[in-house]
T-cell receptor, first 111, second 112 residues
Framework: DTGVSQDPRHKITKRGQNVTFRCDPI?????LYWYRQTLGQGPEFLTY????????KSRLLSDRFSAERPKGSFSTLEIQRTEQGDSAMYLC?????????FGPGTRLTVT | GENVEQHPSTLSVQEGDSAVIKCTYSDSASNYFPWYKQELGKGPQLIIDIRSNVGEKKDQRIAVTLNKTAKHFSLHITETQPEDSAVYFC???????????FGKGNQVVVIP
């Protein structure tokens, strides 16, 4: 399968813990996006990478969130000191031009 | 603004009939408009898209129309089948990095 992959698919954590998600984009896609989706809503943009450079961040991305794409391939999204409001599906998408292809997402539940 | 709105929120159709979902957007600079299909527990799947220099695009049973003047675009599904049942999202590109602003989604139910 050469699509976008995300790991883990599900994560349950207690409030206050740190979590990290990984995204592997489609090979040779230089653009990578993170979105967050809550129940009954469309995805909301969080941040954008072109190669290893983080070029855009949403105001939704609080100081507790950090994302990296160290070698311009896979990316990680870390949430520190998780809160119940962080419970959502975290989606990654990659692109080489304008079409964005999404991975299956990581569903985070904060208890 | 970056608002994208979809209507209706839920749509039920008999198998074989057509389904139409409409979206409006607010950012006049948007120039790319994709549609995604999302099934339960899966990520959004790109099914068709249209760019601002085109008024209509068709791919088998799916078509999209765009009216830039009115800032609205629509998804048309003909000869609906049970496997078309899903949530459909429209989106519009925002800014030079082409981040997407999504609507809230339409639940389409195809009744066999």
């Amino acid at each position: 399968d050469t699509g976008v992959s995300q790991d883990p698919r599900h994560k349950i954590t207690k409030r206050g813990q740190n979590v990290t998600f990984r995204c592997d984009p489609i090979s040779e896609h230089n653009r990578l996006y993170w979105y967050r989706q809550t129940l009954g809503q469309g995805p909301e943009f969080l941040t954008y990478f072109q190669n290893e450079a983080q070029l855009e961040k949403s105001r939704l991305l609080s100081d507790r969130f950090s994302a990296e794409r160290p070698k311009g391939s896979f990316s990680t999204l870390e949430i520190q000191r998780t809160e119940q409001g962080d419970s959502a599906m975290y989606l990654c998408a990659s692109s080489s031009t304008v079409e964005q292809y999404f991975g299956p997402g990581t569903r985070l539940t904060v208890t | 603004g970056e608002n994208v709105e979809q209507h209706p929120s839920t749509l039920s159709v008999q198998e074989g009939d057509s389904a139409v979902i409409k979206c409006t957007y607010s950012d006049s600079a948007s120039n790319y408009f994709p549609w995604y299909k999302q099934e339960l527990g899966k990520g959004p799947q790109l099914i068709i898209d249209i760019r601002s220099n085109v008024g209509e695009k068709k791919d088998q049973r799916i078509a999209v129309t765009l009216n830039k003047t009115a800032k609205h675009f629509s998804l048309h599904i003909t000869e609906t089948q049970p496997e078309d049942s899903a949530v459909y999202f429209c989106a519009a590109s925002i800014g030079g990095n082409n981040r997407l602003a999504f609507g809230k989604g339409n639940q389409v139910v195809v009744i066999p």
